[in-house]
């Protein structure tokens, strides 16, 4: 599981070096690209919940080795891909859907695999491994894009499936459940739509806007825009509606004796409800900073695919480290201030970045920051999951998993979307207001905003290749204009986009102070909900401040 763990992790950390690249190749936007990245996540939102069952129903064993098999097709259609449809078909449907069972699969595994100490320590190794991928990733990455092709990215991929798949015979070839129940229907069409409208939702709402029409929303020749609002809106809230339809359904064929795709005390656990909604949040984070930061020192520092990802070495150096070695700590210090040292580190280490950002900007002065946020991943990933799936019983790990990496999806795609979106738009805003200044000409904020919606349709101009293609269009007089401009507004964009995060830091500090400070063992969790005396006195795995 854990290989498996480290070959979905290698994929997604050997595109983010990457994405600057595609873009010049496929002669595209960064914006399609982007898409690319929030359908993967869209995709594996959507079927993550229905397919979180299928150990339920099936023999483990035979459900791993059919999801690798079709993870190596996507990888297949991906590497070869000639254009960016067959790179969304490749990578963001095919892979996504493959990725959908692989992630919580993984997580049921190891619940079902280990108790107490060791859930901890299997736990600790997984976010290690992940740590791993995402050190060799970006080198790797970083050194084919730049050297050879991207595209031996994803080929390489295919090697490690082939190595988990011998492996595989060494996975439990039963199914969870004695008695395999039917597929829920219902649940799985509401849940689809829930998160399907939720994440579309999101992407749409950096280019459409939030609630009025930024630009003309046209699908297929018909524009689709009521009372002049954003299509945003609507997708949002069909997602919270249909989420809401979700619970009641679930609830009513609870009552009705028919099992439910999700059980409804799984839903209204508080301990592991914390536990998803601090999940949730750090993926929004980690989402959002692995996409500015990329395209931040390829387009303005100017550093190949390769430095790229020697930049980032100090982070997945610390998380490793801190994953690997901090899940013995809860015995001394609560899990709950451990995750919480954690979310301070990120947070430290966004503002002295925030502070850094500029033309004297190199990997040495970036290391120290880089490697704190680090350390604060790995200390937050040595606890959190186990923590969340710890407070659900075992006998429900599959469903518990499912919405764990339903809130992981969705917090992705918001991350990527959002912060994406936000960084971008004010790079577009510096350029049109810094032109301005510079004609001397003053206009009224509508006529600004059109000026910047205007240049984003106009040229794509956020990587290094796509600033040269626009300004060798130019005269001499208006290229050494613009070259300080391009770099002083991608300088803002990246101080603005990382105040956003430290906001998400900050909200993500909130949502930790629901922790439970102790982790539930097993064993312990199936006492409390069949016996009301049990008390988390009697927990061996109690940990104490």
């Known amino acids: 599981m854990s290989l498996t763990t480290f070959i979905v992790v290698l994929n997604a950390s050997l595109m983010n070096v990457a994405i600057p690249t595609m873009v010049d190749e496929f002669d595209t936007t960064v914006t399609v690209i982007q898409g690319a990245v929030a359908l993967y996540s869209l995709v594996t939102a959507a079927l993550v919940l229905p397919a979180g069952t299928l150990p339920s129903r099936h023999s483990i064993r035979r459900v791993l080795a059919v999801a690798l098999i079709v993870y190596a097709g996507g990888t297949v259609v991906a590497s070869i891909s000639w254009n960016t449809t067959i790179l969304y078909l490749g990578w963001s449907l095919i892979q996504g859907s493959a990725a959908a069972v692989i992630f919580p699969l993984t997580f049921t595994v190891l619940i079902i695999s280990y108790e107490d100490d060791d859930r901890a320590k ?87 806007g939030w609630v009025v029409e930024r630009r003309p929303f046209v699908v297929g020749g018909m524009q689709f825009n009521p009372l002049g609002t954003s299509p945003a809106i609507w997708l949002l809230g069909v997602g919270l509606l249909a989420f809401a339809a979700f619970v009641q359904y679930e609830r009513r064929l609870e009552r009705a004796g028919k099992p439910p795709l999700v059980p409804l005390h799984v839903l209204t656990n508080r301990p592991f409800l914390a536990g998803v909604l601090t999940y949730n949040v750090r993926s929004i984070v980690s989402a959002g900073f692995f996409f500015i930061f990329p395209v931040y020192l390829q387009a303005v520092l100017g550093y190949t695919a390769f430095e790229t990802g020697i930049a980032l070495l100090p982070y997945s150096l610390a998380s490793i480290a801190f994953s690997t070695v901090t899940p013995s700590w809860r015995k001394h210090i609560s899990p709950k201030t451990l995750i919480q040292i954690g979310i301070v580190c990120m947070g430290v280490a966004l503002v002295v970045l925030y502070e850094q950002t500029g033309p004297g900007q190199t990997i040495l002065t970036m290391a120290l920051p880089v490697a704190l946020y680090g350390a604060g991943v790995g200390l937050i990933l040595a606890q959190i999951t186990n923590m969340t799936m710890s407070a659900v019983p075992t006998a429900y790990s599959a469903e518990a998993s499912g919405v ?63 600033q040269q293609q626009f300004l060798t269009q130019l005269t001499p007089a208006q290229r050494q204009l613009l070259e300080g401009i391009f770099e002083a507004a991608m300088f803002d964009a990246q101080r603005a986009a990382l105040l956003l995060l430290v906001l998400f830091v900050l909200l993500l500090l909130i949502a930790s102070t629901f922790l439970p400070r102790q982790i539930p063992g097993d064993d312990e969790t199936n006492q409390s909900e069949s016996s009301p005396d049990a008390t988390p006195e009697t927990s061996e795995t109690t940990v104490k401040d």
């Not at 990215?153 to 595989?168: D, E, H, K, S, Y």
């Not at 969870?176 to 409208?197: M, Q, Y």
């Not at 510079?438 to 040229?459: F, M, N, Y």
């Open 122 to 208: 299997a736990f600790g190794l997984l976010a290690g491994v992940s740590g791993v991928g995402s050190t060799i990733g970006p080198i790797i990455g970083g050194a084919l894009t730049t050297y050879a092709s991207w595209r031996w990215g994803f080929t390489l991929q295919l090697l490690g499936v082939g190595v988990v798949l011998f492996f595989a015979q060494y996975v439990s070839p039963n199914p969870l459940s004695e008695t395999p129940s039917s597929l829920d229907k219902g649940g799985t069409a509401l849940s689809i739509v829930g998160s399907t409208s939720l994440i579309t939702g999101f992407v749409l709402s950096g280019k459409y």
């Open 404 to 466: 764990l990496n339903v809130s992981y999806s969705i917090g992705f795609s918001l991350g990527t979307a959002v912060v994406g979106s936000y960084f971008l738009g004010h790079f577009y805003g510096g350029v049109v207001d810094r032109v301005l200044r510079a004609e001397g000409e003053t206009v009224s904020a509508t006529q600004r905003t059109d000026l910047v919606i205007a240049l984003e349709d106009a040229a794509e101009t956020a990587t290094d290749a796509t």
